[in-house]
């Protein structure tokens, strides 16, 4: 049978994979998305960024550095993206779940950088929209435990 459905995962292809991998796929490659793709823009548009940056850290004590913190959330997002999607291919060959919970990790740095700039540009909205990402990258760490 091509693919199968049972209580315990999923058959595709004589491969079988049990519920909690494919809920850790999932989560690793909504986090590849996202973070890939951010991190990713934040190199084709660096200067754009720059100028948002520029404007959103106005008068904050980021103001004069937040070309490093660019910098750094950019390095963290594509590590993020990176380990997320090498996680599923991982956990699609059978290899383990290192590149995964690493990267859930990245994510979850990811998003307190994210925040923390946030907070202290008192852009309240911006730091609450992260809030769903940052979650889903703790929800990760906890299901690659189990």
Not at 61 to 87: D, H, I, N
Request: aromatic content about 12%; overall charge negative; charged content about 10%.
């Amino acid at each position: 049978m091509l693919l199968e459905f049972s209580e315990t995962g999923v058959v595709l292809l004589s491969q079988e994979w049990d519920w909690l991998d494919i809920i850790r796929m999932l989560v690793s490659t909504f986090l590849a998305a996202i973070y890939l793709q951010s991190g990713i823009d934040k190199i084709i548009d660096r200067q754009g960024n720059l100028d948002f940056m520029g404007e959103h850290f106005v008068g904050t004590v980021l103001a004069g550095s937040f070309r490093y913190g660019l910098t750094a959330v950019t390095v963290t997002e594509l590590l993020a993206g990176a380990l997320s999607a090498a996680g599923v291919i991982w956990l699609l060959l059978g290899w383990g779940i290192v590149p995964g919970i690493v990267g859930a990790l990245f994510a979850g740095v990811s998003s307190c950088i994210l925040m923390t700039g946030q907070r202290l540009a008192k852009d309240y909205v911006g730091a609450a929209a992260l809030v769903p990402y940052f979650l889903i990258a703790i929800i990760g760490l906890y299901i690659y435990q189990m």
